[in-house]
């Protein structure tokens, strides 16, 4: 399959510390999609990156794009008990319309 | 708001029935999806539909089709049921061409086969 790997698979941290999600490819990504899903939701989209080294932030949270577009990051800083879900990196191949989703990082934050 | 609506939460069939798994959306997207989610594996694409009458087999397609009649409207289907199917079934949908593809999906179907 095509699928993107994603490192850690399950992280436990307690709530205040920082945690970080990262996935990764073989082939250089014309672009990244990250998504979170709540336990018993549907995934909902986070934002999306596009420029060889990029980095975007919403809050709490920075998305980093590769300099190489083959691997990105997540990071929340002090993590709260809301940020509680799985994320999904997903890529799409150029001149493609499908996207192909990491097998995500489950992140639990203990009060 | 983007509304996929997909028409059965929770389904329990019979291995060897035919299931029909309906998804609508209501945004005039181009292109639609059908997924499967399983433990450890994320979200695998089944097929998914780029415009009426097309289909694009994507990393799962084996003992699945799928059918887009009408423009709103993706149907998979699981011609004869397998216990290895049981799963949560998510539909997807979003523009195509060169516009942000950002994808929509619908609430999940949990599909058991027994």
């Known amino acids: 399959g095509q699928q993107v790997m994603q490192i850690p698979q399950y992280q436990h941290v307690q709530e205040g510390e920082d945690f970080t999600t990262y996935c990764n490819s073989s082939t250089t990504l014309s672009n990244i999609q990250w998504y979170k899903q709540r336990p018993g939701g549907h995934p909902v989209f986070l934002i999306q990156l596009v420029k060889s080294g990029e980095v975007k932030k919403q809050k709490r949270l920075t998305f980093q794009f590769g300099e190489a577009k083959k691997n990105s990051s997540l990071h929340i800083t002090a993590t709260q008990t809301t940020d509680v879900g799985t994320y999904f990196c997903a890529r799409r191949e150029t001149g493609a319309n499908n996207l192909f989703f990491g097998t995500g990082t489950r992140l639990t934050v203990i009060p | 708001d983007v509304k996929v609506t997909q028409s059965s939460r929770y389904l329990v069939k019979r291995t060897g029935e035919k299931v029909f798994l309906e998804c609508v959306q209501d945004m005039d997207h181009e292109n639609m999806f059908w997924y499967r989610q399983d433990p450890g594996l994320g979200l695998r694409l089944i097929y998914f539909s780029y415009d009426v009458k097309m289909k694009e087999k994507g990393d799962i397609p084996e003992g699945y089709s799928v059918s887009r009649e009408k423009k709103e409207r993706f149907s998979l289907i699981l011609e004869s049921a397998s216990t290895n199917q049981t799963s949560m079934y998510l539909c997807?949908?979003?523009f195509g061409g060169g516009r942000r593809n950002t994808i929509y999906f619908g609430e999940g179907s949990w599909l058991t086969v027994v």
């Open positions: 997807a949908s979003s």
